[in-house]
């Protein structure tokens, strides 16, 4: 069967946040089996197939946008696709990257076997240089197999594991749902780079991991902002991985500093330069803002300033291409539209999302909260898979300053049996003390909403319709962390105490309307009739929770309707049920 990429969707460079100047995608057409007999492997597919069907990479095949939509369950995949190398990336090396692919893939170039990767929802990538020719006349062929469980013991977040969605899970996301592409850099070169600011020093720390280090190589790192250097070092590499601390100039007398805000969200450009000799051999560009945060007498800081936090809820669902986002401008749209009904930040709810939504809030200025998604069978592969799945997630968008929280509990999933449980409770802990070992820049909300263990913020998770029905232990900060105020479960497991952590209600609201509701559509204790029932009763909860004089903020559920979840301020297809501006001003 022969393939036709006349449209290549996604089109956008997937990791603006690394980039070079060389690459190419390889969205599109791919040929495409179910293989539900798992026979692949054993007649060599790799080598020799007739596929049958066509998709459209990047989206799953349960999707509307990869022209299959089939919502049944197929647990082994197969695709494949051809491909010509560029001429330009003559005498470099040659990386076949994929943005996710959920969950476990094997992956061919031209029947040669280039390796696995387990894990649905972090990039992996394969050097193919010695595979592959430069020339516009020699055609390469990959392929890839995928195979994608039931099983709960894989991070999943909402992807249903049964045969229809449930509850809270949805339809579930198999095989290649990011984007996949080719890339050149130079023989020598920078594998990845992590930045850390230094607010209080007006500084910058940079950690540049090169995959070798050859004699008389040097490293250049420029700093600009707005198109003006602000500084820049050479020097020696003497080792893979080289630290450097960069000072930020002052040019401006007045705001010398350009600080990252959500208001004001000011990003540093960064060229990084591998030199041999006199050669540039490799260059990334990347950026950063000037950001800090961190807890203190009972308040997030943001810059040194206490920050109340408005957030949203928003579980990353589109209708027609479930977890993957249909364009740049849906991702663009969302953010919009978050910040126009008035939230300063996104929760983003059980889902690694795609990297360019992070730097789209990068850019517009919006706060995230960056949560994992759950596993739900507690056992040493769980914890393995989860330990591995948090140091990627962090590996990979580090440099974003809208990231400023790690979640990578919620609400004891996966760790049913925590409030008495020592061993989960340990599990829970590991996790805090990691995170906070790879990354002690962000917080850590360790287990949102309850049963709270190590953890630098409180979350407390309340549906209660109506700002009179509260439990009275809200009435005081003592008794709202030390019981259970949202009479469902405690604040804190077995064994620990608040010890004076901001708190915030991180899930609350859920508001359906009537219209919505019904087979098998819900919301949250009852549904509203109209606009205006809607906006007394969110008025009055949001206002009990902003009242409280402890709140150091909130994070209503939800930014969209997730399939039969009808809760969110817009429908799935992203049209507003409220005016936002209304939303906005109680917001206020």
């Known amino acids: ?256 500093i350009h600080y990252w805000w959500p208001s004001n969200p000011c990003l540093y450009d960064v060229d990084i330069t591998v030199y041999s000799g006199e050669a540039a051999i490799d260059q990334v560009s990347t950026y950063f803002g000037m950001r800090k945060v961190h807890c203190d007498n009972g308040w997030v800081y943001i810059n040194n300033i206490p920050f109340y936090q408005k957030l949203i809820l928003d579980q990353g669902y589109w209708p027609d291409s479930l977890l993957t986002p249909p364009s740049d401008e849906a991702i663009i749209l969302d953010i919009e539209m978050t910040k126009k009904f008035g939230y300063n930040g996104a929760r983003k709810h059980q889902k690694i999302e795609d990297p360019r939504y992070y730097y789209w809030a990068d850019k517009m200025g919006l706060l995230v909260w960056g949560e994992l998604p759950s596993s739900y069978d507690f056992c040493t592969e769980e914890m393995e898979n989860i330990f591995d799945t948090m140091k990627g997630f962090i590996d990979r968008d580090y440099n974003h300053p809208c990231i400023i929280t790690w979640v990578p509990l919620n609400e004891s999933w996966g760790v049913r049996n925590i409030y008495a449980d020592k061993k989960q409770q340990k599990f829970a802990r590991g996790l805090y003390h990691l995170i906070k070992a790879l990354d002690d820049s962000r917080l850590v909300s360790t287990n949102d909403g309850w049963e709270h263990v190590d953890t630098d913020i409180v979350s407390i998770h309340d549906y209660t319709a109506w700002g009179h029905e509260l439990s009275p232990e809200y009435s005081d900060i003592d008794q709202a962390v030390k019981g259970a105020p949202n009479k469902y479960r405690n604040t804190f497991a077995k064994g620990f105490n608040y010890t004076g952590q901001p708190v915030l209600c991180t899930e609350y609201g859920g508001i359906a309307f009537e219209k919505d509701s019904g087979n098998g559509n819900w919301g949250y204790n009852g549904a509203v009739k109209d606009e205006e029932e809607f906006l007394k009763r969110f008025g009055d909860i949001t206002r009990a929770f902003k009242a409280m004089p402890y709140m150091r903020g909130y994070c209503y559920t939800q930014l969209t309707d997730v399939f039969h979840e009808v809760n969110g301020l817009m429908d799935m297809n992203r049209k507003p049920k409220v005016d936002p501006g209304r939303v906005a001003e109680i917001n206020k």
């Open 1 to 256: 069967m022969q393939v036709n990429n006349t449209a290549i969707p996604r089109p956008e460079h997937p990791r603006p946040d690394f980039e070079r100047k060389h690459w190419m995608n390889l969205n599109g057409t791919w040929r495409f089996d179910f293989d539900d007999t798992d026979r692949g492997e054993k007649e060599k597919w790799h080598l020799d197939h007739d596929f049958e069907r066509e998709i459209t990479v990047p989206f799953c095949y349960q999707s509307k946008l990869s022209g299959i939509g089939d919502e049944s369950h197929h647990e082994v995949l197969w695709y494949q696709r051809e491909f010509t190398v560029p001429s330009d990336f003559d005498g470099k090396r040659i990386f076949l990257h994929f943005g996710a692919v959920d969950y476990f893939a094997k992956v061919w170039v031209d029947g040669v076997y280039l390796g696995s990767h387990t894990g649905g929802y972090l990039p992996f990538k394969f050097d193919i240089t010695d595979y592959v020719k430069t020339d516009a006349t020699t055609t390469h062929k990959v392929t890839v197999r995928v195979e994608d469980s039931r099983s709960c013991i894989q991070p999943r977040g909402k992807q249903n594991w049964k045969d229809e969605p449930f509850g809270c899970w949805y339809t579930p996301v198999s095989g290649i749902w990011q984007t996949v592409w080719l890339e050149a850099a130079g023989m020598v070169y920078a594998e990845r780079v992590r930045i850390t600011p230094n607010v209080d020093e007006r500084s910058v720390f940079f950690e540049t991991y090169l995959n070798s280090v050859p004699e008389e190589a040097k490293l250049q790192i420029t700093i600009s902002y707005q198109g003006e250097k602000v500084n820049q070092i050479l020097t020696d590499v003497k080792e893979r991985c080289i630290r450097t601390t960069i000072n930020l100039l002052e040019t401006d007398k007045v705001d010398a």
